[in-house]
């Protein structure tokens, strides 16, 4: 297949429609429109075989993979996502992969009303990068740097699930038949926390999205927020999944350390504390307080049941 029967027929003609893109894929550049009122939020994530998937990982899964990570930067700004553009690097131009990537970019455009506005299409090693853009009305977007001391500590979802299904799908640990269906479903295919992040918008102080483990995540708010953090270890919400699979300390190096859980971490002032429990209620988001910020830059003192609790290990870094 040639790069252009490429775009046409796994890309273009299977784009969700907006009625904000005044010229979609086809021709040099898109051409959008922003809304009055709005900023635009603009993320691009990477995702490399081999690094961020394994190379017989499925299709569908890569792409949604990429959707989500790209999605999750969005919804920890608040921001609500408009327009995608793909860029493909592929060894080959397989016809059965494309269809099944391109089949759950379609489905995911659909579901959220994005639409895929462009990109690239080159060969080479199988390298998926999406940029996304969305609006946040301006003045609201959530920042890493607005955390106070005092603010309290919350996380979405559960965390750990991703990083047990890596090691799951790598064959180091085995679960039974759900619990493996379950984990696997977290690492390949997560759910970026869009309702949760627009939410938030007028309660939080500060948010990131956990890409790279909940300590790591943490420390970019600390150091952006010049705070600390008390961390309650016994409060790490875990799934049933999680805790049927491993012993207990092992779940927690999990929620601590694992990546990929696209959750959202985040601060609320004591003040906005009852606010928050409203409006995550009404609308049925569930997160869990699991510390609160200090001023002791960039310390986080992690606690077990009141005594102080040692652990090894800080995320994912690539070039570490
Ligand atoms: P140019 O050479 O001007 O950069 P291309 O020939 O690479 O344009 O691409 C033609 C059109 O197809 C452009 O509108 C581009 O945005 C779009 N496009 C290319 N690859 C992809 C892709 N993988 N997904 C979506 N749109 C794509
Ligand atoms: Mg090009």
Known sequence: MKEFAIIDDFFKSRSYQRKDVILGIGDDCAL??????????????????GVHFLPDDPADAIAHKAIAANLSDLAAMGAEPAWLSLSLSLPDADPVWLDAFSNKIKELTDYY?????????????????????????????????????????????????????????????????????????????????????????????????????????????????????????????????????????????????????????FSVSEEQKGSLDTVLSNYNVAATCIGQLTGSANKINLQLDGQVYRHQGKGYEHFA
């Open 32 to 49: 959008t429109q922003v809304p009055e009122g709005q900023s635009l939020a603009i993320t691009t994530d990477t995702l490399v075989s």
């Open 113 to 265: 009303s994005l639409q895929l506005i462009g990109g690239d299409t080159v060969r080479g090693a199988l390298t998926v990068t999406i940029t996304a853009q969305g609006f946040v009305p301006e003045g609201q977007g959530l920042t890493r740097s607005q955390a106070k001391p005092g603010d309290w500590l919350y996380v979405t979802g559960n965390l750990g699930d991703a990083a047990l299904g890596l090691d799951i799908a790598l064959g180091k640990v085995s679960a039974n038949q759900n619990h493996q269906v379950t984990l696997l479903r977290a690492l390949h295919y997560p759910t970026a926390r869009l309702l949760a992040g627009t939410l938030l918008r007028r309660v939080a102080n500060a948010c990131i999205d956990i890409s790279d483990g909940l300590l790591a995540d943490l420390g970019h708010i600390l150091k952006a927020s010049n705070c600390g953090a008390n961390v309650y270890i016994e409060r790490l919400p875990l799934s049933k999944a999680m805790l049927e699979t491993v012993d207990s300390e092992q779940a927690r190096r999990y929620a601590l350390n694992g990546g990929d859980d696209y959750e959202l971490l």
